[in-house]
């Protein structure tokens, strides 16, 4: 990543997400946190996106992130923190609810933003890397 582009956070009000972008922001980088309750980082010069954002749906995470980008500019490194943390129960007492919310968030939504955000990464690629020859010593 460079201070060049964006770093969207997902998960970035609290818990490893706050902490990694207020890293990131500590470094330079321009940095955007969502969240589902989203909540601003004091101290940091993290930009909040102030509208919650639901990694578990599909067309929040499409919608969002184009916003996002209309609003600031293109997504160039992504860190998908977003999850929950499910009571530990024994197997037979897990109600298929608290399961479902789990996957639905850690899983599918680490999914769907990666792929969002990946397929506009993906397309603004105009050309291939290429390295500049090496002059002989």
Do not use: C, Y
């Amino acid at each position: 990543m460079s201070a060049d582009g964006l770093v969207l956070v997902t998960g970035g009000s609290r818990g490893i997400g706050a902490a990694t972008a207020t890293l990131l922001a500590d470094q330079g980088q321009r940095v955007v946190i969502v969240d589902i309750a989203p909540e601003p980082l004091v101290g940091t010069d993290a930009i909040l996106w102030p509208a919650p954002f639901d990694v578990a749906s599909e067309a929040a995470v499409t919608a969002g992130v184009a916003d996002i980008e209309a609003a600031h500019g293109p997504i160039t490194g992504l860190v998908n923190a977003a999850g929950v943390f499910g009571k530990m129960h024994r197997i037979e007492r897990v109600r298929m609810e608290q399961w479902d919310r789990e996957v639905n968030i850690d899983l599918r939504g680490t999914f769907l933003v990666a792929r969002s955000v990946g397929v506009r990464m993906a397309a603004r690629r105009t050309a291939p890397l290429s390295m500049s020859p090496q002059s002989p010593a």
